[in-house]
C-alpha cells in the first residue's frame, strides 16, 4: 500500500513538473518565433504544434524504452480526445469560438479526420479482413506528417506578432535557447518518471498500461496546451490556439504515434485501442461540422466537453 501512494505521489508531481515544463518550452519558442520572424504557417503547425507534442513525444520514447508501447499509444489517443473535448470544448463554452472558421483551418480539421482513420487499419487486420502490420501503418503515418508539414510551410500567412517584442529582442537567441534546452530537460525527466510510476501503478492493480496512458497521463501530456491556448484566446489570438490544438492532434497521430509502431512491436490490448479511436473521430467530427458553420458555439463546447466526460465514464 505503500508502495503504490508512493508511485502515486512520483506519478502526480512528475505530471506537474511536465505540464510546467511544457509551458515554459512554448513560452521559450514563441520569443523564438519572435527574433526569427517565421510565418505563423511554418510557426505554428511545424514548431509550435510540435512544441506542444513535446511530453508525448518523450513519454513515447521511454514507454517504448521500457518495453510499455500501451502508454504510450493510450496517451496520443487519449491526449487528441482531451484536446478536442475538453479544451477546445472549454474555450467554446466560454464564447471564444463564436466565429473562427477560415479555410485553412477546415482544411487542416479535414486532414485531422481522414488521418484518424489510417489506425483503423489495425483494428481490421485482427479480423483477417486485410493483413497490415504496424510498421507499414506507422511509415504511413510518418508520410502524412512530412507531407502535411511541407504543404503548410509553403502557404503564406502572416507572422506571429508576440507581445513585448523590445523585451525578446534584448534577451537575445542564447539565452532563448538555454531556456528552450533548460525546459526540454524538465519534460524528458518528467516523461521518465510518468511512464515508470505510471507503469507500477498498473501493474499493482492489474490495470491495462493503455488506461493509464489513455486516462490519466493524456491530461498530464495536454495541460501545456490547455494553459497556452487559454493564454491565446484572452489575448484574441483564436486561430493561434485552434491551430494549435489541430496542429498538435495531427502532429500526435502522425509523427508520434508513427515512431511508436515503427520502433516498437505493437503488443497493446486491441479491444481497448477499438474503444478510444471511435470518441477521437466523433470529437473530430463534432468540430468540424461547428467550423463549417462559421465556428464553435457555446452549444457545441458542451457537446464537446458532455463527449468527454462520457469517455472518461465509459472507458474502465
Given at each position: 500500500m505503500i508502495g503504490i501512494v508512493l508511485q502515486a505521489s512520483i506519478l502526480a508531481g512528475s505530471l506537474v513538473l511536465l505540464a510546467s515544463s511544457g509551458h515554459f518550452a512554448i513560452k521559450s519558442i514563441e520569443e523564438l518565433i519572435e527574433l526569427t520572424g517565421l510565418s505563423e504557417a511554418a510557426a505554428g503547425f511545424a514548431i509550435l504544434a510540435v512544441m506542444t507534442s513535446t511530453p508525448e513525444i518523450t513519454v513515447a520514447v521511454f514507454s517504448i524504452i521500457q518495453g510499455a508501447p500501451g502508454i504510450s499509444v493510450g496517451d496520443i489517443l487519449g491526449s487528441n480526445i482531451f484536446n478536442l473535448g475538453a479544451v477546445l470544448g472549454i474555450l467554446g463554452t466560454l464564447g471564444y469560438m463564436k466565429t473562427c472558421s477560415t479555410d485553412l483551418l477546415v482544411e487542416l480539421t479535414d486532414v485531422l479526420f481522414v488521418t484518424s482513420l489510417i489506425p483503423l487499419l489495425l483494428v481490421i487486420s485482427q479480423y483477417h479482413i486485410i493483413n497490415v502490420s504496424s510498421p507499414i501503418v506507422g511509415a504511413g503515418l510518418l508520410g502524412t506528417f512530412v507531407a502535411t508539414t511541407y504543404i503548410m510551410s509553403r502557404k503564406k500567412t502572416p507572422r506571429i506578432d508576440v507581445d513585448a517584442k523590445e523585451s525578446v529582442q534584448k534577451m537575445g537567441l542564447k539565452t532563448i535557447v538555454a531556456?528552450?534546452?533548460?525546459?526540454?530537460?524538465?519534460?524528458?525527466?518528467?516523461?521518465?518518471?510518468?511512464?515508470?510510476?505510471?507503469?507500477?501503478?498498473?501493474?499493482?492493480?492489474?490495470?491495462?498500461?493503455?488506461?493509464?496512458?489513455?486516462?490519466?497521463?493524456?491530461?498530464?501530456?495536454?495541460?501545456?496546451?490547455?494553459?497556452?491556448?487559454?493564454?491565446?484566446?484572452?489575448?484574441?489570438?483564436?486561430?493561434?490556439?485552434?491551430?494549435?490544438?489541430?496542429?498538435?492532434?495531427?502532429?500526435?497521430?502522425?509523427?508520434?504515434?508513427?515512431?511508436?509502431?515503427?520502433?516498437?512491436?505493437?503488443?497493446?490490448?486491441?479491444?481497448?485501442?477499438?474503444?478510444?479511436?471511435?470518441?477521437?473521430?466523433?470529437?473530430?467530427?463534432?468540430?468540424?461540422?461547428?467550423?463549417?458553420?462559421?465556428?464553435?458555439?457555446?452549444?457545441?463546447?458542451?457537446?464537446?466537453?458532455?463527449?468527454?466526460?462520457?469517455?472518461?465514464?465509459?472507458?474502465?
Open positions: 531556456k528552450l534546452l533548460l525546459s526540454f530537460a524538465g519534460v524528458i525527466v518528467a516523461s521518465r518518471l510518468v511512464v515508470i510510476s505510471g507503469m507500477n501503478i498498473a501493474l499493482a492493480f492489474g490495470v491495462p498500461p493503455i488506461l493509464i496512458g489513455a486516462k490519466l497521463v493524456s491530461i498530464g501530456t495536454s495541460l501545456p496546451e490547455l494553459t497556452l491556448d487559454f493564454t491565446a484566446v484572452r489575448k484574441g489570438r483564436v486561430q493561434l490556439a485552434i491551430g494549435d490544438i489541430v496542429g498538435s492532434n495531427l502532429t500526435n497521430l502522425t509523427l508520434v504515434l508513427g515512431l511508436v509502431l515503427i520502433a516498437s512491436p505493437f503488443a497493446v490490448n486491441m479491444t481497448i485501442f477499438t474503444e478510444l479511436l471511435p470518441f477521437l473521430l466523433v470529437t473530430t467530427i463534432i468540430f468540424l461540422r461547428f467550423l463549417a458553420r462559421g465556428g464553435l458555439s457555446q452549444v457545441g463546447g458542451i457537446i464537446l466537453i458532455m463527449t468527454y466526460i462520457l469517455f472518461q465514464a465509459i472507458i474502465v
